[in-house]
């Protein structure tokens, strides 16, 4: 059906019909792009952080920097630093940015699948804020990488799982004497001629253990003895007439005698007291003493001269010394 | 022997005849260059727009675009649910279901849409375009315009333009609009939680280069669709049965012009 502008009959508010189109179609452009600046964060104020990396392989501008799986902040710029590192400068918005910490650890990962993931792992939340255009290394974790090394080392496992596994392996011979051994615990002896070796010593073993028992059972014996023994004795000593009792009853005795001390020490304490006025009375018969003494001495002069005179006259006695009290 | 010197003719007359033909193949295309260049001058310029060429625009934008903008609408929405839902599907069982909705907006939005935008209006509209302007030329009304003191570039070849490149890009906006509202709906269902997520994505993969790349696609694409048949026709001579080779040439052209813009921004991007 071509159009024929010329023939046709015309067409109502077609300008109209056409301006709103037009407008229709600018209007969609326009939101249209107003929601790509708005995705892509034009409105936003934003803080810069530079990452530094030895290899910034896969990392790509535009890509995401993710904390706890959520976006936070949008590759700028990758270039190539003066040391030959990698700095990878992104965009936080502020309203981000307060993820991020000064002790913040940033991570590069590349899975098996998918793009090279840069993450951000806050531990403490109260740590002071990262500040704007701060410079953070990052660390580089690369499963692809891995998996050379990982095909090597399988490969080694596997060349050893077939060594252990072969005809001549230890493995294989091993079980040679595995089998040996329990072929002898199938014999007369049991576990005890796999264990030893041959019957010959599992016989001695036995015959040991026999002669064991049989020692057992004397010193079974010698122990009821020993048992009557101790009862015995406990009687002597703990029994009703064993030593303990009579070292009780010593005991009680001993008390008694001490009783005794005591009071009699309290007697000598009362003749100590008496001693003492006695003493005082002493102190003062002796004023007089003096006197007495001169009276007894004169005395005692003329009734030595007696005895003298006496002596004289009458010879009883030989010893004429005479003693004062 | 009559074979054989026929043969011998041929060899010594091919290399003027290849050379002829391709120096016809780059004037053609340099008069295709030249009347895109032409025709978006004057389109830009305002003194295009007095008020019988507006009314010619009005008519041309309402035949290509008013009139095919709801069926194409809904063509475009069930293509881009089908799709979506493949994708969204497929992506779910290889466990990659957050590259869906990337894989939906930079497929369906990004290429299919706008190819199959330019495709339509051109099979609508630039075949009628061709056939039409080659029975113009052929019936000598360009002449008899220009004879009446009308411009007939200004008056009847330019609003032609206009109205496929405003056809192209309406179409594309409003189905592309209708896919991203599909996508969203497709990967996250009737919940306004993946918002964040599909706001970021479509922040992701609409760049810069991205978004002017689509632009400028989107407006070649229109500009190719009328341009190119117009300019096929206007070369043809102006006899009547070589009316449906100059449609038939001007389509072919037209379909690998849209191929090579198609491909060529694909290179741009992705190679």
Same mark, same amino acid.
């Given at each position: 059906?071509?159009?024929?502008?010329?023939?046709?009959?015309?067409?109502?508010?077609?300008e109209?019909?056409?301006?709103v189109?037009l407008?229709?179609?600018?209007a969609l =452009?326009?939101?249209?792009l107003g929601?790509?600046?708005?995705?892509?964060?034009?409105?936003?104020?934003?803080?810069?952080?530079v990452? =530094?990396?030895?290899?910034s392989?896969?990392?790509?501008?535009?890509?995401d920097m993710?904390?706890?799986g959520?976006?936070?902040?949008r590759?700028?710029?990758?270039e190539?630093?003066?040391d030959?590192?990698?700095? =990878?400068?992104i965009?936080v918005?502020q309203?981000?940015?307060?993820?991020?910490r000064?002790?913040?650890?940033?991570?590069?990962e590349?899975?098996?699948?998918?793009d090279?993931?840069?993450?951000?792992?806050?531990g403490v939340?109260?740590?002071?804020?990262l500040?704007?255009g701060? /410079?953070?290394?990052?660390?580089?974790?690369d499963a692809?990488?891995?998996?050379?090394?990982?095909v090597?080392?399988?490969?080694?496992?596997l060349?050893?799982?077939?060594?252990?596994?072969?005809?001549s392996?230890?493995?294989s011979?091993?079980?040679?004497?595995?089998? /040996?051994?329990?072929e002898?615990?199938?014999?007369r002896?049991?576990?005890?001629?796999?264990v030893?070796?041959s019957?010959?010593?599992?016989?001695?073993v036995? /015959?040991a253990i026999?002669?064991?028992?049989?020692l057992?059972?004397?010193?079974?014996e010698?122990s009821?003895?020993?048992?009557?023994?101790?009862?015995?004795t406990?009687?002597?000593?703990?029994?009703?007439?064993?030593v303990m009792?009579?070292?009780?009853?010593?005991?009680?005795?001993?008390n008694?005698?001490?009783?005794?001390?005591?009071?009699s020490l309290k007697k000598?304490d009362?003749?100590?007291?008496?001693?003492?006025a =006695?003493g005082?009375?002493?102190?003062a018969?002796?004023?007089d003493?003096?006197?007495?003494r001169?009276?007894?001495e004169?005395?005692?002069?003329?009734?030595?001269?007696?005895?003298?005179?006496i002596n004289r006259?009458?010879?009883?006695?030989?010893?004429?010394?005479?003693?004062?009290? | 022997?009559r074979?054989?010197?026929?043969l011998?003719?041929? @060899?010594? #007359?091919a290399?003027?005849?290849v050379g002829?033909?391709?120096l016809g193949?780059?004037?053609?295309?340099? #008069?295709?260059?030249?009347?895109?260049?032409?025709a978006?001058?004057?389109a830009?310029?305002?003194?295009?727009y007095?008020?019988?060429?507006?009314?010619?625009?009005?008519k041309?934008i309402?035949?290509?675009?008013?009139?095919?903008?709801?069926?194409?609408t809904v063509l475009?929405?069930l293509?881009?649910?089908?799709?979506?839902r493949?994708v969204?599907?497929?992506?779910?069982s290889?466990g990659l279901?957050?590259?869906?909705?990337q894989?939906?907006v930079r497929?369906?939005?990004?290429?299919l849409?706008?190819l199959?935008?330019a495709?339509f209006?051109?099979?609508?509209?630039?075949?009628?375009?061709?056939?039409e302007?080659?029975?113009?030329h052929?019936?000598?009304?360009?002449d008899?315009m220009?004879?009446?003191?009308?411009?007939?570039?200004?008056?009847?070849l330019?609003?032609?333009v206009?109205?496929?490149?405003?056809?192209?890009?309406?179409l594309t906006?409003?189905?592309?609009? @209708?896919?991203?509202?599909l996508a969203?709906?497709?990967?996250?269902?009737?919940?306004p939680?993946?918002?964040?997520?599909y706001? #970021?994505?479509?922040?992701?993969?609409?760049?810069?280069?991205?978004?002017?790349?689509?632009?400028?696609?989107?407006?070649?694409?229109?500009?190719a669709?009328?341009v190119i048949? @117009?300019?096929?026709s206007?070369?043809?001579?102006?006899e009547? #049965?070589?009316?449906? *080779?100059?449609?038939?040439?001007?389509m *072919?052209?037209?379909f690998?012009?849209?191929?090579v @813009?198609?491909?060529?921004?694909?290179?741009v991007?992705?190679?």
């Open positions: 059906m071509p159009p024929e502008p010329q023939s046709a009959p015309p067409i109502p508010h077609v109209f019909k056409a301006a189109l407008a229709l179609t600018l =452009i326009a939101g249209f929601y790509v600046m708005y995705a892509r964060g034009v409105f936003e104020s934003k803080q810069r952080l990452l =530094i990396a030895d290899d392989e896969g990392a790509k501008v535009g890509m993710t904390f706890s959520f976006p936070i902040g590759v700028q710029r990758i190539l630093a003066e030959g590192k990698a700095r =990878i400068l965009d918005p309203k981000d940015a307060r993820w991020l000064t002790s913040t650890v940033f991570t590069m590349r899975g098996l699948v998918g090279v993931r840069i993450r951000a792992y806050t939340l109260d740590d002071p804020p500040p704007d701060a /410079t953070r290394p990052v660390l580089r974790g692809s990488a891995e998996i050379p090394r990982l090597a080392t399988t490969r080694a496992l060349e050893n799982l077939e060594r252990m596994t072969g005809a392996s230890s493995l011979e091993s079980l040679a004497n595995v089998q /040996t051994f329990t002898r615990m199938k014999g002896y049991g576990a005890l001629a796999g030893l070796g019957e010959d010593n599992a016989k001695k036995i /015959t026999d002669r064991t028992n049989a057992l059972a004397s010193v079974g010698v009821q003895k020993l048992d009557r023994i101790l009862a015995k406990d009687e002597r000593v703990f029994g009703a007439t064993g009792d009579e070292t009780q009853q010593t005991i009680a005795q001993l008694v005698l001490l009783r005794d001390a005591r009071e000598v009362a003749v100590l007291a008496e001693a003492q =006695i005082a009375n002493t102190r018969a002796t004023v003493l003096a006197a007495l001169a009276e007894v004169a005395s005692l002069r003329k009734v030595a001269h007696l005895v003298d005179e006259k009458w010879p009883f006695a030989r010893d004429t010394e005479l003693k004062l009290p | 022997m074979q054989a010197s026929s011998h003719r041929d @060899i010594f #007359r290399p003027g005849e002829t033909a391709f193949w780059g004037a053609s295309w340099w #008069r295709v260059f030249h009347f895109g260049a032409l978006l001058v004057m830009l310029s305002p003194a295009t007095d008020k019988e060429n507006r009314a010619v625009t009005a041309q309402y035949f290509t675009a008013w009139q095919v903008l709801p069926w194409f475009a929405a293509l881009s649910m089908v799709l979506i493949i969204v599907v497929s992506a779910q290889y279901s957050q590259y869906a909705l894989m939906v497929v369906l939005v990004l290429e849409i706008p199959s935008a495709l209006v051109a099979l609508r509209s630039g075949a009628a375009i061709n056939t302007v080659t029975l113009m052929i019936r000598g009304d360009f008899a220009q004879r009446a003191g009308v411009d007939p570039l200004r008056r009847e330019v609003p032609r206009i109205g496929s490149a405003v056809s192209v890009v309406a906006a409003v189905s592309g609009v @209708i896919a991203l509202l969203y709906l497709g990967v996250y269902g009737f919940s939680w993946g918002l964040p997520g706001t #970021r994505t479509i922040g992701h993969v609409f760049d810069l280069q991205v978004s002017m790349g689509l632009a400028l696609k989107t407006l070649l694409f229109g500009l669709v009328a048949p @117009i300019t096929s206007l070369e043809m001579p102006r009547v #049965r070589l009316a449906p *080779v100059a449609v038939l040439r001007g *072919v052209r037209l690998l012009v849209l191929v @813009i198609e491909g060529a921004s694909l290179a991007k992705y190679v």
